[in-house]
């Protein structure tokens, strides 16, 4: 962000701050963030509750998908889960496998196609394998919704078919059966934006409702779906879906409930994983942040570089014992994971490096790159150089596949202006993939350059956009303890950027040669990451922050983390 050319609050302190009632303050701030929602979104920040769980009777599809399991269920007859490889795939899986074992149900097996042998998703190598395990229902959790020909094959040897998906159904390739998609046709779930853990979750709610006329369940006997919202939690955070409405409810309760297991003595059945993860990690609190940064990218190393099945027996460890195994075993997946990382960061920050100073888009594309972590690098690229950034990598296929992430642009529209060039593309906004013949890159780089270098001459120096304007004094204790109520962030809910006007700075202590620090004040600190030196500090600036806490050793500090500062 270092182009910025200056900072504008979208609510100036002169439209909100009444100095005759400062003692307000906190209430005024948090009612400014509440506003700044659209009106529905509003009350599940107020007094979100369980009880507003929308029922499933209006998801299209559940009432027959419930009868299929209840027949096999009833029958004996053989279920196959197949999952997808990430961590929503997996968290989705173990749902549906938690739910088979607490109705005493063993005929089923779990599958979920590894990338590097089946190819990724529901490939005909992946069906291959489904066909062998002779399964007479198939459920799909996360993935499916595009699969047509592949489904089509299964529905061909009698097996039945249920996919339940949240991805966007593509009218060329619904496949012809039964579907549970909150984003289908006809669908009146009144929440759309589940993550696919989210769409299983609620499924087994219309399940569960009945296998209560089935069975005379008395008290306590039923089992408690609320109590596996550790695994909806982990699935909604890590795969990025807005985090309100039913999403933040989900969130929420997860994230506090998992606080509390790890709390207690000894682990009940199904969560020794979390005590593990806990004690390995040494966390003593469950946020977003811990699910995006820590186990997130540990369930997903599995995946990228071996078998995203790993992620599912880790979740579901029996004892201690197999829970800490199993977790080193991942933990070594992803240490691999992370020096793979770091040697292809570094080399595609030298090639964008030698790009940067040309054309606008930046492209890097090298065969040592691995195939599961383009993504990934893709993102480091675009927050490094602020540029629309396309990582790409040779795969399997033959065909090379590249992963394409943008801040401020359209990836979509970009790569829709090229689509000459490319097999295949997909994504959303700001994250993309796509797959390209070799001998098309040279022409596909040139396209992607031009579109860049147009489209970004419009917005060359940048202003950035702050939520709220502050007095430093402001930001007390009190005003952290009160911002907590919007926890947990995550899309669509991220936290405020607060601006403020800084008379003079002191000089900054620098961290490692790059970050910069101030001590405001003792528990009172300002951090600038990867900060620009400028020796400055006694003119006036505007600065763009979020507010944090920090635990060290014992001393709680407040903490301004900047995001941008530019003189006034
Ligand atoms: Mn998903």
Not at 71 to 93: E, F, M, Q, R
Not at 377 to 402: C, H, T, W, Y
Not at 545 to 550: I, P
Request: glycine share 6%; charged share 25%.
């Amino acid at each position: 962000m270092n182009q910025v050319a200056a900072i504008v609050p979208n609510i100036p302190l002169s439209t909100w701050y009444n100095e005759e009632s400062p003692n307000q303050v906190e209430e005024d701030i948090a009612q400014l963030i509440i506003e700044s929602f659209a009106p529905d979104d509003r009350s599940a920040f107020l007094q979100p509750s369980l009880e507003d769980i929308p029922d499933p009777v209006s998801l299209k599809g559940a009432n027959i998908a419930v009868d299929m399991l209840l027949d096999a269920i009833n029958k004996n007859k053989k279920v196959l889960i197949v999952g997808d490889y990430d961590v929503d795939g997996i968290t989705s899986t173990v749902l549906m496998t938690r739910f088979l074992k607490i109705m005493k149900f063993s005929n089923f097996e779990s599958f979920i196609p590894n990338r590097f042998i089946h190819g990724y998703g529901l490939t005909a190598r992946s069906v291959d394998e489904i066909l062998l395990k002779n399964p007479d229902l198939v459920i799909t959790v996360d993935n499916g919704i595009t699969a047509k020909n592949e489904i089509d094959r299964i529905q061909k040897t009698g097996a039945k078919v249920i996919v339940t998906d949240h991805h966007l159904p593509q009218e060329n390739s619904h496949p012809d059966c039964v579907i549970i998609n909150p984003k289908q046709k006809n669908c009146s779930y009144p929440f759309k934006d589940l993550s696919g853990v989210g769409v299983v979750f609620v499924f087994l709610i219309a399940v569960r409702a009945a296998l209560r006329k089935q069975f005379d369940w008395k008290e306590g006997q039923q089992p408690n779906l609320l109590h596996h919202l550790d695994l909806v939690a982990i699935g909604t955070i890590a795969d990025q879906v807005p985090l309100l409405g039913l999403n933040r409810l989900f969130a929420k309760y997860g994230l506090d409930q998992m606080t509390r297991r790890i709390q207690q003595n000894g682990a009940d059945e199904f969560f020794h994983y979390l005590k593990v993860f806990a004690e390995k990690t040494h966390v003593r609190f469950f946020d977003s942040n811990c699910i995006a940064f820590r186990l997130a990218p540990m369930l997903n190393a599995t995946g990228r570089m071996k078998d995203a099945m790993a992620g599912v027996g880790f979740l579901l460890s029996e004892t201690e014992q197999i829970a800490i195994s199993r977790y080193n075993y991942i933990e070594r997946l992803n240490l691999k994971r992370r020096k793979k990382q770091k040697t292809m960061v570094k080399l595609a920050i030298e090639q964008a490096s030698r790009l940067v100073e040309q054309k606008q888009g930046l492209l890097v594309y090298d065969n040592s790159f691995h195939e599961g972590l383009i993504g990934i690098v893709a993102s480091r690229l675009s927050d490094q150089f602020n540029q629309p950034s396309i990582v790409v990598s040779d795969s399997e296929s033959g065909m090379l596949k590249a992963s394409a992430r943008t801040k401020n642009e359209n990836i979509m529209e970009i790569l829709q202006e090229c689509e000459m060039y490319l097999e295949g593309f997909g994504g959303h906004v700001n994250a993309a993939g796509f797959s390209i013949k070799k001998a098309n890159l040279e022409k596909f780089h040139h396209c992607y350059t031009d579109v860049c270098t147009r489209i970004m001459l419009n917005h060359k120096s940048e202003i950035f956009k702050a939520d709220i304007e502050v007095k430093l004094e402001m930001l007390t204790q009190k005003l952290i303890d009160r911002l907590k109520m919007f926890e947990p962030f995550g899309q669509e809910n991220k936290k405020t950027i607060f601006m403020l006007q800084a008379q003079a700075l002191p000089i900054p202590i620098v961290l490692t040669g790059k970050h910069l620090k101030w001590i405001l004040k003792p528990d009172l600190e300002m951090i600038y990451w990867n900060g620009v030196v400028t020796t400055d500090y006694d003119s006036r600036f505007n600065i763009a922050f979020t507010l944090s806490e920090n635990f060290y050793r014992g001393q709680k500090k407040r903490q301004l983390i900047v995001d941008a500062m530019v003189p006034s």
